[in-house]
């Protein structure tokens, strides 16, 4: 009997888990225009800047800014993230890029929130436009920055190839990681 119950909670959790995640598609994310992405991508950088000055002195840097202004993130045991983003040289937009996620174990809920990556290094940059999608935490070192590391980092500390800022998070849901990611070109 307690077997039974646990693969009929198992079955449910899944389903919502569909259903939470089924609320932006793939396809609906995709159907934001190029013009809609280029707004959203400065907007969230000017938000990102304002709120934490790291950010702004990193951008000064770094060789290309990888923008996503909006993931959308939901899971129940199974679960997964999406958005779309573009990334920067200087002030020429070279190409668009999608964030996608798949993620499993102890989670329960949905959230939105934004991210930027700061390619530090022309190595880093070259591994982005020469992969079949970046999957994070192999290729460039990444730096995740939290507000602990943001107070220790100047532009004579940066040693590493990529500084992610995760911001703007709405929603209830325990905790945000690039962990699992995978970034990819896309055609716009």
Same mark, same amino acid.
């Given at each position: 009997?307690?077997?039974?119950?646990?693969?009929?909670?198992?079955?449910?959790?899944?389903?919502?888990? #569909?259903?939470?995640?089924?609320?932006?598609?793939?396809?609906?994310?995709?159907?934001?225009?190029?013009? %809609?992405? %280029?707004?959203?991508?400065?907007?969230?950088?000017?938000?990102?800047?304002?709120?934490?000055?790291?950010?702004?002195?990193?951008?000064?840097?770094?060789?290309?800014?990888?923008?996503?202004?909006?993931?959308?993130?939901?899971?129940?045991?199974?679960?997964?993230?999406?958005?779309?983003?573009?990334?920067?040289?200087?002030?020429?937009? %070279?190409?668009?890029?999608?964030?996608?996620?798949?993620?499993?174990?102890?989670?329960?809920?949905?959230?939105?929130?934004?991210?930027?990556?700061?390619?530090?290094?022309?190595?880093?940059?070259?591994? #982005?436009?020469?992969?079949?999608?970046?999957?994070?935490?192999?290729?460039?070192?990444?730096?995740?920055?939290?507000?602990?590391?943001?107070?220790?980092?100047?532009?004579?500390?940066?040693?590493? %190839?990529?500084?992610?800022?995760?911001?703007?998070?709405?929603?209830?849901?325990?905790?945000?990681?690039?962990?699992?990611?995978?970034?990819?070109?896309?055609?716009?």
């Amino acid at each position: 009997m307690k077997i039974a119950t646990l693969l009929l909670a198992a079955t449910a959790f899944a389903g919502i888990t #569909v259903m939470v995640a089924g609320a932006v598609s793939p396809a609906q994310a995709a159907s934001v225009s190029a013009t %809609d992405l %280029d707004r959203d991508a400065s907007q969230a950088l000017e938000k990102l800047y304002r709120s934490n000055p790291a950010a702004h002195a990193i951008a000064q840097k770094a060789q290309a800014i990888l923008v996503f202004p909006n993931i959308v993130k939901a899971g129940l045991v199974f679960g997964g993230a999406y958005g779309e983003g573009e990334l920067r040289s200087g002030a020429k937009l %070279d190409g668009y890029y999608n964030s996608v996620t798949a993620s499993w174990g102890f989670q329960a809920g949905a959230q939105s929130y934004g991210y930027v990556v700061f390619l530090m290094t022309p190595k880093a940059v070259k591994y #982005v436009h020469n992969t079949q999608g970046w999957e994070v935490g192999v290729g460039p070192t990444i730096v995740v920055v939290d507000q602990g590391v943001a107070r220790n980092l100047s532009s004579s500390t940066l040693k590493d %190839d990529a500084y992610a800022f995760i911001f703007d998070q709405q929603g209830l849901m325990g905790g945000v990681s690039l962990e699992g990611t995978k970034i990819s070109r896309i055609r716009r």
